[in-house]
């Protein structure tokens, strides 16, 4: 039972985290009140006509700047790649970065949608996940390096140029600080990279990252100062002719935007950054330049540099999607490969939150007068309103969808590819409007090859719906309702009779739009508060495993899964019930011992068990963890929004064509020896053969256990139960008719994989007992037509205890050094490197930060048999 004390601080996290994506809100909100006092008494069809008088010039140079900015953006992934020791081909890397910055640079969270396209891409083309992750961190420490260097500088330097900071209520003279301070950091890391440049590697997160040469660091530094000088051209040639801005001062305003939008975590620092530009720039421009003109060049802005790389990276994602669905059906994709398709869900979902965004947009502001010339003359009113009203209901639902893309849902990706279809049409009858047409068909051909991608079969009304999503949705709307006061002439607007039914009645019709809109979300909601609770199946543990659980561990293709017959884990099985998560529960810890376990062609069932246990331990205030996973799936667990920390690397011994020739095995073809000499023998006893056996084994057991004064561990091992060994079949050494040591053996009938469990002896056993009867092992498991012999991982070896690790591996890592001590985990690496392994890496998934260290300590509690067991014997 929690302490009182705990409990408080466990409700006050919670409302933490419940808060922090409404304080993003929060900053939205205020920055669309602060354009709206600034534009206030500016029309939309002033706004548009400013637009429509850009000069060509000025469109020119702000494309040509933006092609510039994305050919320097492909920069980052060069360095990289160079950094990460990759280099895959100009037009590939071009591609992914591309693809990356179309889509970050749009939705903003960089390590959320830049971080899953390239892995998509640069895995499907040989790369590790290690490397991809080198590649992603690089580019992103890049990306603020030269943002902190050029604010730095120019905070520094120029902020006497900048009047007061416009309107703001900031002094010049208070941002110099800020400004030494970006600078000293950036002084920092290159003292600190000219200090380790002797030093090879620092490992973080139990994954090796090369420390960059000074060389390399100082072209990070240029390269992302250029980028962020390119960058601010792009909308400098767009503001209005004779504005008498110098470019030092127009990028100052620039850079200091930019931080205000990462700060607010608000997508595409969409709001805030208008709202610092509007507040520096506005004050400095001739009084014959009007908000008007400032707030079209804005406009332009977004629309040249973010939503027209965003609909060309949904087109080229859509043609990479079929032509990688034509090479599907001409060979098998490589595990990696298979697990980077996994990230386009984000993406997609993404673009499908956009897209309603778009159409509510559209239904605010008031239509252009071409438009209602070409509707006057096709269509009767009747049509016309109906059509507005409905494109705003379709993009309010596509603003729910999206959430359920993002959660996988098929439901959520039939009814959107037909809100898609439907929006389509309506964009064309409201006036032939071939913006919102065109992106929502480009979307919709990038959706359709992604079928797969959509395989959870739940509804729409019963998956929890995070705060973050909520307050996305919110301030969808509340972006209409700002469009709808800017756009039609200031708040009044919303005293219009909204019932009002004429061809000419913008605010009407924006206003039933909104309202339409808002009511829709508000029924969703409610019907989400109003539904019924449908618990998860959960079997707990009650000794033997349900048939269906043994049934699906002896098909799998891992012989861990067979530790599933311990009866000491919960199992979540699938809906078929032929797959299942085994997990047991630990502190605030939802530990999945590995994968999900079932037929290697069921990835499908995988998937969905994933979300499944990440939700199950979510609605219960919990941590999800996957202990022990394989690289083949790692795709799965990073679209879930788990991060992944290296746990150390699976002895795998590949069993056919073994011999015992070579120097390499004379150590153990002298055991072999020594035992026929001393009359040892071996015998492989079926699992319905170990009954008469199980007295000799638990004084065997007893013996060991009681000489190194340990006790029993568990999960990840098994411990000796009778019920459990008689379910798996036993090797034994033998003296004659006495038993002198034994393994318990991990043989699914799927004749894949290999292993041992617990192995114990006698203390006067023959010397090289456990050798020998590995050996016997090895070619009987050859013999069956076994792939490989698993000699397992000693659970979370390979952390990183260094000075310059993270503070929180560190922690963790300190207390499952002192938990390995006593089970003698750091000894097993040695002891089996000497039978000639592969390695394979494995990873533990699960949320990051601050909550590692405790999630550690709860797995090594799980392992150990409770807190006890990982400070006493």
């Not at 590790?128 to 260097?149: C, H, I, K, N, P």
């Not at 001409?330 to 673009?351: F, I, Y």
């Not at 331990?617 to 790692?634: M, S, T």
Request: hydrophobic share 50%; net charge positive; glycine share 12%.
């Amino acid at each position: 039972m929690q302490a009182p004390g705990h409990a408080l601080i466990e409700r006050g996290r919670r409302l933490f985290q419940a808060i922090v994506p409404f304080l993003g809100l929060l900053l939205f909100g205020a920055a669309l009140f602060v354009l709206q006092r600034e534009l206030a008494g500016i029309s939309w069809r002033e706004v548009g006509a400013a637009a429509a008088l850009t000069p060509g010039l000025s469109l020119l140079l702000a494309g040509l700047f933006t092609t510039l900015s994305f050919a320097v953006l492909t920069g980052y992934d060069k360095l990289a790649l160079e950094y990460a020791g990759e280099s895959p081909s100009r037009i590939r890397r071009i591609l992914a970065s591309f693809l990356g910055f179309s889509f970050s640079n749009a939705l903003g969270m960089p390590l959320v949608t830049g971080a899953p396209i390239r892995y998509r891409l640069y895995s499907a083309w040989g790369l590790s996940a290690d490397q991809v992750l080198r590649v992603v961190a690089f580019g992103t420490f890049t990306f603020w390096l030269g943002l902190l260097g050029v604010a730095g500088a120019l905070f520094l330097l120029l902020p006497g140029s900048v009047p007061s900071w416009g309107e703001m209520p900031v002094p010049a003279g208070s941002v110099r600080p800020v400004g030494g301070l970006f600078l000293v950091l950036v002084l920092v890391y290159l003292g600190w990279i000219w200090r380790e440049r002797g030093r090879k590697v620092l490992q973080m997160a139990g994954i090796d990252f090369p420390i960059p040469s000074p060389s390399l660091a100082l072209r990070q530094l240029g390269l992302a100062g250029v980028d962020w000088v390119v960058a601010g051209l792009v909308l400098f040639v767009l503001l209005p002719q004779g504005h008498g801005v110098s470019f030092p001062v127009f990028l100052t305003a620039f850079t200091a935007a930019h931080l205000a939008g990462q700060i607010s975590r608000v997508p595409g620092g969409l709001g805030v950054m208008e709202a610092v530009l509007v507040l520096v720039l506005a004050p400095l421009l001739p009084a014959t330049v009007g908000g008007e003109v400032l707030l079209a060049s804005l406009l332009l802005w977004r629309a040249i540099y973010y939503l027209g790389p965003l609909v060309l990276g949904i087109l080229l994602l859509g043609a990479w999607e079929i032509r990688t669905r034509r090479q599907e059906m001409r060979r098998t994709v490589d595990a990696m490969g298979r697990g980077a398709r996994l990230a386009s869900p984000l993406l997609l979902a993404g673009g499908t939150f956009l897209a309603g965004v778009l159409l509510l947009a559209y239904g605010a502001v008031p239509t252009a007068p071409r438009h209602l010339a070409w509707v006057e003359g096709f269509l009767p009113i009747t049509a016309f309103e109906v059509s507005h009203f409905l494109a705003s209901l379709v993009g309010a639902g596509l603003l729910v969808l999206a959430w359920g893309l993002m959660q996988r849902l098929d439901t959520a990706y039939h009814l959107t590819l037909v809100l898609l279809v439907v929006g389509i049409l309506l964009s064309l009858v409201r006036g032939f409007e071939l913006l919102p047409a065109v992106t929502l068909t480009l979307l919709l051909v990038a959706l359709i090859p992604a079928r797969k991608e959509f395989f959870r079969e739940a509804s729409l009304r019963v998956e929890p719906l995070s705060s973050g999503w909520i307050a996305l949705i919110a301030g969808g709307v509340m972006a209409a309702v700002w469009v709808v006061t800017v756009a039609q002439g200031g708040a009044a607007v919303l005293t219009e009779r909204w019932w009002s039914f004429t061809l000419t009645g913008d605010a009407p019709r924006s206003l039933r739009a909104l309202t339409g809109a808002s009511a829709l979300l508000l029924l969703f909601g409610a019907s989400r508060l109003l539904r019924p609770s449908v618990p998860e199946e959960l079997v707990r543990p009650t000794g033997a495993p349900p048939p269906e659980v043994e049934k699906a561990a002896r098909e799998s293709e891992r012989a861990s899964a067979l530790l599933a017959l311990t009866g000491d884990k919960n199992f979540l099985l699938s809906r078929s019930r032929r797959s299942f998560v085994m997990y047991g529960v630990e502190g605030r810890s939802w530990v999945s011992l590995g994968d999900p376990v079932g037929r290697p062609e069921d990835d499908e069932e995988r998937a969905e068990l994933i979300w499944r246990f990440r939700k199950l331990a979510f609605r219960q205030g919990g941590w999800p963890v996957f202990y022990q996973i394989r690289p083949r799936h790692l795709g799965l667990y990073l679209d879930a929004g788990l991060s992944l920390l290296k746990l150390g690397e699976e002895a795998r011994i590949a069993l056919p064509g073994l011999t015992l020739e070579g120097g390499r095995w004379k150590e153990f073809r002298q055991t072999l020896n020594r035992a026929e000499r001393e009359g040892v023998t071996f015998r492989y006893l079926e699992s319905d053969e170990v009954e008469p056996f199980l007295p000799a084994l638990r004084e065997i057991s007893d013996e060991w256990m009681g000489a190194r004064k340990a006790r029993e561990k568990g999960f990840s091992v098994g411990s000796f139960d009778p019920s459990y060994l008689r379910r798996t079949p036993v090797g034994v050494a033998l003296r004659g008719d006495r038993v002198e040591g034994f393994v318990n053996v991990l043989a699914p009938d799927r004749r894949d994989e290999l292993s041992a469990d617990l192995m114990r002896y006698r203390s006067d056993a023959m010397k090289g007992v456990m050798e020998f009867l590995f050996v016997q092992l090895l070619l009987r498991g050859r013999d069956q037509g076994y792939q490989h012999f698993s000699l397992g991982m000693a659970p979370l070896s390979g952390l990183d205890t260094r000075p310059l690790a993270p503070l929180w591996n560190r922690l963790g890592t300190a207390v499952f050094r002192h938990g390995e001590h006593f089970y003698n985990f750091q000894g097993l690496r040695s002891y089996k490197e000497k039978f000639g392994p592969e390695w394979e890496p494995r990873y533990l998934a699960c949320p990051g930060g601050l909550a590692l260290p405790r999630i550690l300590a709860n797995v090594g509690a799980l392992i150990s048999g409770g807190l006890g067991g990982l400070v006493r014997r």
